[in-house]
C-alpha cells in the first residue's frame, strides 16, 4: 500500500510523505492521524478531505457521522479543513486551465481562500486563470464602500482580484450569520493580542469591513443552533419532525444561495467557498442534514474546494 502511495505521488509529480497507517476502520485512522502526526510544533495546520461520493447510498457505514466527526476533530485540533466536492473534475497536471477562480468570501474567518487561490496561481495548471472575488452584503449595507475597502485589502496583498460585491438578503445567508458575527469578534480579539498599532490597523480594510457590517446584524436566537442544516433523507424518515421550521428555512436559504453562485460561477474553472460550520450535535439526523446542505448549497458546481479555517490565518501586507 505504502509503494502505491509512493508512486501516485511520484505519478503527480508531487512532493510528499506516503504514511500507512493501521486501524480497524477509516474514521478511526483519520483521527489518529491528525491527532499524532508530526512532531513538538512541527505539525500539520491543514487536513485535505474528499467530500464522500456516495454518502447518501453508504448509510449503513455511517459516512456522513464520520465526515462530520473528523471536521470536529480537525477544529479541536485548530486545523483548518480543505474539502475537494467532485475531485473527479480535477484537472492532472498536463490539463492547463484558462478561466477564472472564483472565490465566495462569505464568511471572513482569515485569509486561507486568498491563501489557496494565490498558491494555487503559481502553479503552471491554474497560472492563466484570473480570480475573482465575490462578497456577500446584506441590502442595508454599503455596498459601494465595501468594494472599495476590498480592492485596497487586495492591492495591499499584491493579489490581482475582481472584486464584486453581491447583495442578498437575510434569509439568503441565515446558515452563515450566526458564524459570521462570532469570526469578527474572534478576529477582532486576534488583532487585540496581536497588539497592533493604530496606523497598522488602518491597513486592515477588512476588520474595518466588517465592524461597519457586522454594527448592523440583528442578534441570533441560540435556539437556533440546535440544528444547523436541515432535510432528513429516506433512512430516517420517522425522525423528520424533529426538524423544525427555522431548520426548514436555511434549506431553502441554501438553494437560494446556490442560485446565486451558479448564476455568475458557472463557467468557473474553480469555486472556493466557505465550508459551513458542521452541526454542534453529534447525530445522524444532525449529520445527515448538514450533508444535505452542503449537497444543496454546492449543487451544479464542476470543481468546489470547501474550505474552513482554523481561526489562525490571517493575511496581512507583511505575509
Not at 490539463?95 to 502553479?123: C, P, S, V, Y
Not at 469578527?184 to 493604530?198: F, G, H, T
Not at 476588520?207 to 436566537?221: A, F, G, K, P, Y
Request: aromatic share 8%; hydrophobic share 40%; proline share 3%.
Amino acid at each position: 500500500m505504502e509503494s502505491l502511495l509512493k508512486a501516485s505521488l511520484t505519478q503527480a509529480k508531487v512532493q510528499g510523505f506516503a504514511e500507512v497507517l493501521a486501524a480497524k476502520d477509516v474514521e478511526d485512522g483519520i483521527s489518529a492521524l491528525i491527532q499524532t502526526e508530526g512532531l513538538g510544533g512541527l505539525k500539520p495546520n491543514t487536513i485535505v478531505i474528499c467530500w464522500p461520493v456516495n454518502w447518501k447510498k453508504d448509510y449503513e457505514a455511517y459516512t456522513a457521522d464520520a465526515f462530520v466527526r473528523t471536521i470536529a476533530i480537525a477544529e479541536a485540533r485548530r486545523c483548518a479543513v480543505i474539502v475537494p466536492k467532485n475531485i473527479n473534475n480535477f484537472p492532472d497536471s498536463k490539463e492547463i486551465q484558462d478561466g477564472t477562480i472564483d472565490i465566495w468570501w462569505i464568511i471572513h474567518d482569515g485569509g486561507l481562500l486568498f491563501l489557496i487561490a494565490f498558491l494555487l496561481k503559481r502553479n503552471k495548471v491554474w497560472s492563466r486563470c484570473r480570480i475573482r472575488l465575490f462578497t456577500v452584503a446584506q441590502l442595508e449595507d454599503n455596498s459601494v464602500e465595501m468594494k472599495k475597502d476590498l480592492e485596497q485589502y487586495m492591492y495591499q496583498l499584491r493579489i490581482e482580484a475582481e472584486v464584486n460585491v453581491v447583495e442578498m438578503d437575510n434569509q439568503e445567508i441565515s446558515a452563515y450569520a450566526y458564524e459570521r458575527t462570532l469570526k469578527l469578534a474572534e478576529r477582532v480579539q486576534l488583532l487585540k493580542d496581536l497588539k497592533l498599532p493604530d496606523k497598522e490597523l488602518q491597513l486592515q480594510p477588512q476588520i474595518l469591513m466588517e465592524s461597519l457590517l457586522n454594527n448592523q446584524r440583528q442578534s441570533i436566537d441560540e435556539s437556533d443552533d440546535q440544528y444547523h442544516y436541515t432535510f432528513t433523507p429516506h433512512q430516517l424518515e420517522n425522525l423528520k419532525k424533529s426538524v423544525g421550521a427555522s431548520s426548514m428555512r436555511k434549506m431553502h436559504s441554501a438553494v437560494r444561495l446556490n442560485q446565486q453562485i451558479r448564476d455568475r460561477s458557472h463557467d468557473a474553472k474553480l469555486v472556493l467557498i466557505n465550508l459551513p460550520s458542521p452541526p454542534s450535535k453529534q447525530t445522524s439526523l444532525a449529520a445527515f442534514s448538514y450533508m444535505e446542505y452542503v449537497d444543496a448549497l454546492t449543487e451544479g458546481l464542476h470543481r468546489l474546494l470547501l474550505m474552513r479555517g482554523s481561526g489562525r490565518e490571517v493575511i496581512t501586507i507583511f505575509s
